[in-house]
Nanobody, 124 residues
């Protein structure tokens, strides 16, 4: 199967930046896109951004558009999330996800593989 391991979370002040990384291993030939979701305390998991491997196609949630940038390194089956201008409402556990679909939607059901998550906390 496919294993996903996230890194890069931490504590940052409002307006600061963090960069998350997620590396896939195992049967990586199965995946064609990688994405980030997040779950804030007391809320459901929500879509953040998606990038299609071997393609420049990216897609963002409105809440992060203009502040976050997703990028992929297809040769390494790795996805990054550069987060700038962070706000307290960005505080959440961030999950990496991978899909066999090239252009999956925003639903968690569209993704086949998940990482265990990395905590991001933004202080006001």
């Amino acid at each position: 199967q496919v294993q996903l391991v996230e890194s890069g979370g931490g504590l940052v002040q409002t307006g600061g930046s963090l960069r998350l990384s997620c590396a896939a291993s195992g049967l990586t030939w199965k995946i064609n896109s990688m994405a980030w979701f997040r779950r804030a305390p007391g809320k459901e998991r929500e879509f953040v951004a998606r990038g299609t491997l071997n393609s420049g196609s990216v897609y963002y949630a409105d809440s992060v558009k203009g502040r976050f940038t997703i990028s992929t390194e297809s040769e390494k089956s790795t996805v990054y999330l550069q987060m700038n201008s962070l706000k307290p409402e960005d505080t959440a556990v961030y999950y990496c996800a991978a899909s066999a679909d090239f252009y999956p939607n925003r639903r968690t059901d569209d993704y086949n593989y998940w990482g265990e998550g990395t905590q991001v906390a933004v202080s006001s």
